[in-house]
């Protein structure tokens, strides 16, 4: 009778994961629906990292453990096979083709095993390769980057301002508090206090090795940072939470880090120790979340923490790579497990919360944007001349030209909104959108429901408003975003740049994802509603409609076309002249 073997390793694993699964179906949702809408991403990061992961040790048991016995009864069988038709006339004819095969392809013999070499399982084999790939595929990210950031108007430099315009305009309290600890636990003395108890814990363990690689990671990553930050003199984000004086390309906390969690994972690794799977699914999101927290806060631009995180993945590979070609010259001494490691790495978590906890989280805001210019006279001319014509999305694809300017204080416009009975949209969040949502399924009204973040020249709206369509619920709204440029009438009043359009239907598409409103293509008629929806108030006086981009024909974020004959009503505020 056979007896089945019970596998404790494999139901402890199955276990763990069911646990993690646990939290993440219990914790993400409260986490996500009570948050702003910058946690998606923030979840999205520690999702890729575990899946990355996974991937990565799902890989090591297939080639060391799973795949290597099913390739030794696969070359047994081939072999078995191929002499049994040894003595057939047709096996006869297939092995003097097999030798003549041979003979033409001797000279790529040692290509071929130099190819072998670079694929096996030995330490200069496939693991020196991946490394190493990773390296070049590290700097040459790095030479994109620094390419591209010290230009000011590249696409990449215009996409980190709409980074951080969304980082600064859609944050909440609960969340921003979080991102403030985390930053604290990513600067220099937290990393060098760690560092110094991880290389204690291993020394007494009788583990240079893991010291050594530790040491490695974070010396290397922080020679690139000095090497790049000395190399591109790159402003900080005028909106940051916290006054740096440093150059911003890299991100120093984010490559010191992350190199720190690399380098943990190595320092477990390389002592023997099992599971390095698990330290890394706990280290890595960390520190991807430190370093998400430096462009959540504006402290760095998106592309600064990139190219930190860049570094430190150069720096853990580079150390891996020497510490593998070293491999064959190191004897190999089998030492019992010391506790003075999962002493030091308790002790490490034990720092890092304290100093999450205790650390000064007070953050005062950089200096303010600068002052808007005054214009000589609310002309047309004047006016139109110095203002961006096209609505952009993240990624800087242009979408709807304005369709009105208005020349009026904020408390009129928004006298005037209220008087026409307009409202204002609420601030998009994940919760508030699937109350969005629920309305629509249940076919309710939403008078505040949130719109689409959209851009003007790199800034975000500074005010949505919208007007239900009788009788259809959510589904289908009148919508308008307001931007207050960086303009002033001489008589003081703030110029405001909008952009209107009816959403006359609600639909899912493969671009969105998601449910999605889509647009009337004649935005010429929402824009006309609007400017005399404004004016029947008193408030405002049209001025006319005046050319500023020509007929256009285009489509928005969604894909959803729009046609318009390129003129721009001018509304203004009679005291603002």
């Known amino acids: 009778m056979t007896r089945h073997r019970h596998h404790p390793h494999l139901v402890g694993s199955a276990i763990r994961v069911v646990a993690v699964l646990l939290v993440v179906v219990v ?99 496939l693991p020196l390769t991946l490394a190493t790939v990773v390296t070049v595929a590290g700097l040459g990210g790095l030479q994109w980057l620094g390419g591209r950031v010290d230009r000011s108007r590249s696409p990449l430099s215009r996409f980190d301002l709409r980074v951080a315009e969304v980082a600064s305009r859609l944050q909440v309290s609960g969340e921003r508090r979080t991102m403030e600890a985390l930053t604290h636990v990513g600067a220099t003395r937290s990393v060098l206090l760690l560092a110094l108890l991880l290389i204690v814990g291993a020394l007494a363990a009788r583990r240079a090795r893991s010291a050594v690689l530790l040491v490695a990671t974070l010396a290397f990553s922080s020679g690139l940072v000095t090497i790049l930050k000395a190399s591109h003199a790159r402003p900080r984000p005028a909106l940051g939470r916290l006054v ?30 099992r599971r390095p799977s698990l330290v890394a699914a706990v280290v890595v999101p960390l520190a991807l979340l430190i370093g998400f927290s430096r462009a959540y806060l504006s402290i760095h631009w998106l592309s600064d923490v990139l190219a930190g995180w860049l570094c430190a993945s150069v720096a853990a590979a580079v150390s891996f790579d020497v510490d593998q070609l070293l491999a064959h010259r190191r004897a190999v001494r089998v030492r019992p497990h010391s506790p003075a490691m999962p002493i030091a790495a308790v002790a490490a978590v034990l720092v890092v919360a304290v100093v999450a906890a205790t650390g000064n989280h007070h953050f005062p805001t950089s200096s303010p944007p600068p002052a808007p210019f005054r214009l000589a006279s609310t002309e047309p001319m004047t006016v139109l001349g110095t203002i961006p014509r096209f609505s952009e999305t993240l990624l800087g694809r242009r979408m709807e030209p304005l369709g009105l300017v208005v020349v009026a204080s904020e408390d009129e416009l928004r006298a005037a909104v209220d008087q026409a009975g307009w409202t204002v949209a609420d601030t998009l969040t994940p919760g508030r959108l699937l109350h969005t949502y629920w309305a629509g399924l249940t076919n309710r009204s939403d008078a505040t429901a949130p719109v689409t973040p959209t851009f003007l020249d790199t800034r975000l709206e500074d005010l949505a408003i919208q007007k239900q369509s009788l ?99 001018l509304l203004e505020q009679t005291s603002c002249g």
């Open 244 to 273: 740096e004086h440093s150059t911003s390309f890299p991100s120093g906390h984010a490559a010191a880090s992350l190199s720190l969690a690399f380098g943990v994972v190595l320092w477990w690794w390389s002592a023997g120790r």
């Open 471 to 569: 009788g259809r619920g959510v589904k289908a709204r009148h919508h308008a975003r307001l931007w207050r440029l960086p303009l002033l009438s001489p008589g003081g009043c703030p110029v405001w740049g909008v952009t209107a359009s009816l959403d006359d239907r609600v639909e899912w598409t493969v671009r969105t994802l998601f449910p999605n409103h889509h647009i009337d293509p004649a935005i010429d008629g929402e824009r006309d509603y609007l400017a005399a929806a404004l004016t029947e108030t008193r408030q405002l006086r049209d001025t006319g409609r005046f050319d500023f981009v020509g007929p256009t024909l285009g489509n928005n974020a969604a894909g959803d076309p729009f046609f318009t004959d390129g003129k721009v009503a």
């Open 27 to 125: 914790v993400v949702p409260a986490v996500v629906v009570d948050g702003d809408l910058l946690v998606l991403p923030a979840m999205s990061l520690i999702l890729l990292a575990w899946l990355v992961i996974a991937l990565v040790a799902l890989a090591h048991w297939v080639f060391t453990i799973g795949a290597p016995p099913l390739i030794a009864t696969a070359r047994t069988a081939a072999s078995a096979a191929w002499s049994a038709v040894a003595e057939d006339p047709i096996g006869q004819r297939l092995h003097h083709g097999a030798a003549r095969v041979r003979r033409i392809t001797r000279p790529l013999r040692a290509p071929a095993r130099w190819t072998r070499r670079r694929v096996s399982l030995e330490p200069t084999g």
